[in-house]
């Protein structure tokens, strides 16, 4: 059984909502309703301006997460948008519109892009509808990205005079590659859902009114793992955007070792060689269906 919801344990703000566990969202399946073993959903709760990122919010938001990410009973953390029309419209223009030089290099909340990047705990980023700017380098700043089919992605800053400024211009070029990214920074144009996943910078695409479902569903398939493993793969696999081959490769030697020896290692390959279910530590035991019997292998004669 999971826990019920104790908001007093990770309070949320009027401007970020949080809810661990996650609550499956109430679409009419059966499954409505329920709640997400491991995974906390992380809401931006300014719709009535796009979801957009004022620097109040992201503080918000990267404390929230970094909360999140050091509580050992939160092993996926899901973020999204409140309401159906996006995800977030990029940082507060009206905001930003104040802002100069010295003031921005002062700013907190500027930082709130990578103190959500930095996180250990996988992330997911559940898009409906507009992730523009600062949206989109929110999600890009997660692990992994699903989008409605309704998402609109892009980075319009040099539509207002500027860059992006949320990690944009190194996540964008990453995720897809520099001549498309050019295309897409120097322009300004914005791209649909099927778009973004065809050059690589969204996971899935799914029906518009599953996304947070489909979201949810892909936290709980990795909540459900042992969490050294998954937070080992993590930092090796974000390694790639930091590191040469050669020392990357490295990194993943140094994580693969260490896993060695570890509860879940031991427990892991154990319940392999005995035909059943592991269980994985701090983690209460749900026997899974057994495995099909593996074919027998003929012997010649
Ligand atoms: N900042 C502040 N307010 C915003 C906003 C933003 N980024 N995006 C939307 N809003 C507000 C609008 O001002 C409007 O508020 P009011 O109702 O009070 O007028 C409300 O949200 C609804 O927006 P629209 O009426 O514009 O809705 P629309 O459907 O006509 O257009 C849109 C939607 C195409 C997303 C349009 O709102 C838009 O272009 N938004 C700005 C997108 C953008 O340029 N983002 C980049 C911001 S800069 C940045 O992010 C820098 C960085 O990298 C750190």
Known sequence: MT?????ARHPGTDLVAVD????????????AGALVDGVALVTLTRPCALNALSFALLTDL????????ADP???VIVI???GMRAFAAGADIAELAEQTPDSLAASEGLRGWER??????????????YALGGGCELAMACDLLVAGSDAVFGQPEIKLGIIPGG?????LTRAIG???AMELILTGRPIHADEAARLGLATKVVPAEETLAAALDLAAEIAALPVGAVRAAKAAVRAVAELPLTAGIQLEGTLFRERFGTADQVEGMRAFLEKRSPRWEGRPFHPAPPHPPRPRKERPG
């Open 3 to 7: 826990d019920a919801p104790d908001p």
């Open 20 to 31: 661990v566990p996650a609550r499956r969202p109430s679409s009419g399946d059966e499954e």
């Open 62 to 69: 990267a404390r929230i997460v970094e909360a999140l990410d």
């Open 73 to 75: 009973e939160v092993r």
């Open 80 to 82: 999204t948008g409140a």
């Open 116 to 129: 959500v990047a930095a996180a250990r705990t996988p992330t997911i980023a559940a898009v409906r509808g």
């Open 167 to 171: 990690g944009g211009t190194q996540r």
């Open 178 to 180: 520099a001549a498309r």
